[in-house]
């Protein structure tokens, strides 16, 4: 029963739309049909050109991670898989909202917010990747796939190490990795497009130069 309430509590709060409903309110901006179409921070910002609509987006979508486990832990006390069945459902609902034909975020401000409340190690090794990624290629979207696919690989195969590093452990090692894979594979799921994009582009760029150099 503590598995159910934790999942809809995590579902509640990650499925409200910030983005759409703010831009909707203030700019009167269907953000699913604008820039990006993603309903985020980054495309908050750009569509609105207003910083503080971005920031506004992205501190209540880190707050739709924090809640729900910030609730189940007050409820449950620190029992690790209620916690991740509060944010792994947060961000699920975040990345595909019903209230908007499923679409949404793509969830790393909302699982940012609940994973610092108890597995301390993921986003501190998410944030060194990221910025590796991004000083090698420097393109958002390529930081954001190399760091979650890095950070659940890691999460998986050194999971007896980082199982420790929590506020409370998981029963077993393996739970805790497939438990951080199964995030970041949510968060996956909504960069394949986008990282899509930026693939055929460097394609397209690559072909070009050669064709210039010959």
Not at 85 to 107: E, L, T
Not at 184 to 213: C, D, G, V
Request: charged share 15%; with cysteine.
């Amino acid at each position: 029963m503590y598995y159910i309430i934790s999942l809809i509590i995590g579902y509640s709060i990650g499925s409200i739309p910030t983005a759409y409903i703010l831009l909707k309110k203030v700019k009167g901006i269907d953000i699913t049909n604008e820039g990006s179409k993603n309903v985020g921070a980054l495309n908050s910002y750009e569509v609105s050109n207003s910083r503080l609509i971005g920031a506004v987006v992205l501190f209540i979508d880190f707050l739709k991670g924090f809640l729900p486990v910030y609730i189940v832990q007050v409820i449950f006390g620190n029992e690790f898989l209620y916690s991740v069945i509060a944010i792994a459902s947060a961000v699920f609902a975040h990345c595909y909202s019903p209230w908007i034909k499923f679409k949404g975020g793509r969830g790393l401000a909302t699982a940012l917010g609940g994973s610092v409340l108890f597995a301390y190690s993921i986003p501190v090794i998410w944030i060194f990747f990221w910025i590796v990624s991004y000083l090698f290629r420097r393109h958002i979207h390529f930081s954001n796939m190399s760091s979650t696919i890095l950070t659940g690989a890691i999460a998986i195969a050194n999971s007896d190490i980082l199982n420790k590093y929590t506020k409370e452990s998981a029963d077993e090692n393996w739970i805790f990795g497939i438990s951080v894979a199964l995030v970041m594979a949510i968060i996956m799921s909504k960069h394949i497009e986008p990282f899509k994009e930026w693939f055929l582009s460097q394609k397209r760029k690559t072909s070009r130069n050669n064709y210039e150099t010959d």
